[in-house]
């Protein structure tokens, strides 16, 4: 079982930055990828980056070059650093991860840009 925590959204003005963190539960949480998802209204749900056990990381084209993601192990915990953030990634973010066949999704936290 693996319970995933997201925190560290909010509004913030187009341009600026905010730091997601998604806290997990269970021991083999070094062993997952863990991913970011978004979703805005009226849209399906979309991969915004993903990182590995070993830290290899992957970014979608709509946000490469101003995310920057990273995982502590020892605090069990993932951040998804954003900068230059735009209006248009207005959406709720989602940490999600797997065992198996089984999808492990957080509850999500909400980030609105302002222009």
């Known amino acids: 079982q693996v319970q995933l925590v997201e925190s560290g959204g909010g509004l913030v003005q187009a341009g600026g930055s905010l730091r997601l963190s998604c806290a997990a539960s269970?021991?083999?949480?070094?062993?997952?990828?863990i991913n970011w998802f978004r979703q805005a209204p009226g849209k399906q749900r979309e991969l915004v980056a993903g990182?590995?056990?070993?830290?290899?990381?992957n970014f979608a084209d709509s946000v490469k070059g101003r995310c920057i993601i990273s995982r502590d192990n020892a605090k069990n915990t993932v951040y998804l650093q954003m900068n230059n953030l735009k209006p248009e990634d207005t959406a709720v973010y989602y940490c999600?991860?797997?065992?198996?066949?089984?999808?492990?999704w957080g509850q999500g936290t909400q980030v609105t840009v302002s222009s």
């Open positions: 990182i590995t056990n070993g830290g290899r990381a």
């Open positions: 269970g021991s083999s949480f070094s062993l997952n990828t």
């Open positions: 999600h991860t797997f065992l198996g066949s089984t999808n492990y």
